[in-house]
């Protein structure tokens, strides 16, 4: 699950259909997958952040 996660996100990211996410899966209220990514404020520079 973690890789086609990722694959969707980098895709997502590379076809500029999105600047930037934060995403959380969890299973039986347990995290099993966290990722930001890319940008929060590109102009800006700020990156996303986890929280």
């Keep these: 699950m973690t890789e086609r996660l990722d694959e969707a996100i980098d895709q997502a990211l590379a076809d500029e259909r999105i600047l930037g996410t934060v ?3 969890s299973r039986d209220g347990e995290p099993i ?19």
């Design 23 to 25: 995403v959380l899966v």
């Design 33 to 51: 997958y966290r990722r930001a990514a890319d940008w929060a404020d590109r102009e800006g520079g700020s990156a996303m952040g986890k929280n």
